[in-house]
């Protein structure tokens, strides 16, 4: 059966001097605030989408991955992933990098890669931004 996953935005003003709030039909965590200038300048204080969509293909990723492990008959004690969405204003989205570090117990590192490379092309996130650069930096820890 499918499973429909929400958020929701309010924004008000124009695009350089509005801003607006996100949040997410699961969470409890309230709203997240998002701009403009945090888009095209960056920010530690104020989300973006590109920090969504980031945080969405590093968890994707992640259970791709350790789906993969097991699979393999290698479950993985520890998968951290990171992802790094670059914007481009006035071009749009035009990549993301993933790096991981993972803890598996009796794989060797050319298997890993190979598994890893494989996962980074299954994971759902990474067939839906098909239209951008994904790369991936893999290391057993």
Same mark, same amino acid.
């Given at each position: 059966?499918?499973?429909?996953?929400?958020?929701?935005?309010?924004?008000?003003?124009?695009?350089?001097?509005?801003?607006?709030?996100?949040?997410?039909?699961?969470? %409890?965590?309230?709203? #997240?605030?998002? /701009?403009? %200038?945090? $888009?095209?300048?960056?920010?530690?204080?104020?989300?973006?989408?590109?920090?969504?969509?980031?945080? !969405?293909?590093?968890?994707?990723?992640?259970? !791709?991955?350790?789906?993969?492990?097991?699979? /393999?008959?290698?479950?993985?004690? $520890?998968?951290?992933?990171?992802?790094?969405?670059? #914007? %481009?204003?006035?071009?749009?989205?035009?990549?993301?990098?993933? /790096?991981? /570090?993972?803890?598996?117990? &009796?794989?060797?590192?050319?298997? #890993?890669?190979?598994? !890893?490379?494989?996962? %980074?092309? &299954?994971?759902?996130?990474?067939?839906?931004?098909? &239209?951008?650069?994904?790369?991936?930096?893999?290391?057993?820890?």
């Amino acid at each position: 059966m499918p499973v429909t996953s929400e958020a929701a935005t309010t924004w008000t003003g124009s695009l350089a001097e509005g801003s607006g709030t996100v949040s997410f039909s699961s969470s %409890k965590l309230g709203t #997240f605030p998002i /701009n403009w %200038k945090a $888009r095209s300048e960056g920010s530690d204080t104020t989300t973006t989408p590109e920090e969504l969509i980031a945080a !969405a293909h590093a968890s994707c990723f992640s259970m !791709a991955l350790s789906h993969a492990l097991s699979e /393999n008959g290698t479950p993985p004690e $520890r998968v951290d992933t990171s992802a790094s969405v670059t #914007f %481009k204003p006035g071009v749009g989205i035009s990549g993301s990098h993933l /790096n991981v /570090n993972a803890v598996v117990p &009796g794989l060797d590192a050319d298997d #890993f890669q190979r598994i !890893a490379a494989e996962a %980074k092309v &299954g994971c759902p996130v990474s067939q839906a931004l098909a &239209g951008i650069e994904i790369t991936l930096e893999a290391t057993l820890a």
